[in-house]
């Protein structure tokens, strides 16, 4: 029995036969998925929206208004945290019975952080971007000024040689 060591190409290479005579040739890309798709038998949207805690049935453990002080909010719900998890441990000794509730309590603390958190992530992603282009610039400025300065070097060994040549 002969078996290949990879499978064959997909029939779609024959697509970009004439590529290299001409690169228009080549099919458009597929135009971008706009509103809510099918992926994996899961159905998913475009939109980045993060879903409410109480779209998501978690009751919502800081306050509810705009002007949240995340850092207060998050060390407050790690406290409780902490507590929750020492009075799992008292719970698991002494009345085992109550085990559920507390692990729920637990949840609920840990879905109520994830949610602060996510809710931080584009402010991240724009600290992140403009962290990159600063660097980005910075690198930029060093090269043009690694130019010039090579540059003048390669003039002053032109004016050197021809100083040189003149004197001969």
Do not use: C, W
């Not at 001409?22 to 458009?28: K, L, T, V, Y």
């Not at 509103?35 to 409410?52: A, I, K, M, Q, R």
């Not at 509810?64 to 020492?86: A, G, M, P, T």
């Amino acid at each position: 029995m002969a078996t290949a060591t990879y499978p064959p190409p997909p029939p779609y290479y024959r697509l970009y036969k004439e590529y290299s005579e001409n690169p228009n040739s080549a099919p458009e890309p597929p135009p971008p998925i706009e509103g809510t798709y099918v992926s994996f038998g899961g159905n998913y949207t475009t939109e980045d929206v993060l879903p409410s805690l109480e779209e998501q049935g978690v009751p919502q453990l800081y306050p509810k208004d705009s002007n949240v002080d995340y850092k207060k909010e998050l060390r407050s719900l790690n406290r409780e945290l902490q507590l929750h998890i020492l009075e799992l441990a008292d719970v698991l000794v002494d009345r085992p019975s109550q085990y559920a509730k507390r692990i729920g309590e637990i949840s609920s603390i840990f879905k109520n952080l994830h949610h602060l958190l996510n809710s931080l992530r584009p402010h991240q992603a724009r600290a992140t971007l403009i962290h990159i282009m600063e660097i980005q610039i910075q690198q930029r400025k060093q090269a043009v000024e690694d130019i010039k300065r090579r540059r003048e070097e390669a003039q002053r060994l032109l004016k050197d040689a021809f100083v040189t040549l003149d004197g001969q």
